[in-house]
Nanobody, 121 residues
Framework: QVQLVESGGGLVQPGGSLRLSCAASGSIFRIGNMGWYRQAPGRQRELVVVITSDGSTNYADSVKGRFTISRDNAKNTVYLQMNSLKPEDTAVYYC???????????????WGQGTQVTVSS
């Protein structure tokens, strides 16, 4: 079993910052891509940013220059630093990871439970 546990969400004023963390634990041989997605009320879940195991990144246009993803492979943890937050960033943010349980297993996609980010004055 693999668990992704997110933390760091909350209420912040426009222009403020938050840092999200997501730690993976359990039967992990290797983690490939890790990423953050978000879902606002009444909208589909959308990609925010993904980071590969070697550090390559792909950001949604809406967050480029404001959000920064990083990962600590030794801790199986991914972070999302969010700066210059806007009301339209309000959503539940989900962590995602592609996990191999053993060297010979296929890659399995896992999701965190989500953490609420609210940007409001």
């Amino acid at each position: 079993q693999v668990q992704l546990v997110e933390s760091g969400g909350g209420l912040v004023q426009p222009g403020g910052s938050l840092r999200l963390s997501c730690a993976a634990s359990g039967s992990i041989f290797r983690i490939g891509n890790m990423g953050w997605y978000r879902q606002a009320p009444g909208r589909q879940r959308e990609l925010v940013v993904v980071i590969t195991s070697d550090g390559s990144t792909n950001y949604a246009d809406s967050v480029k220059g404001r959000f920064t993803i990083s990962r600590d492979n030794a801790k199986n943890t991914v972070y999302l630093q969010m700066n210059s937050l806007k009301p339209e960033d309000t959503a539940v943010y989900y962590c995602n990871a592609d996990v191999k349980y053993t060297w010979y297993s296929s890659t399995n996609e896992h999701w965190g439970q989500g953490t609420q980010v609210t940007v409001s004055s």
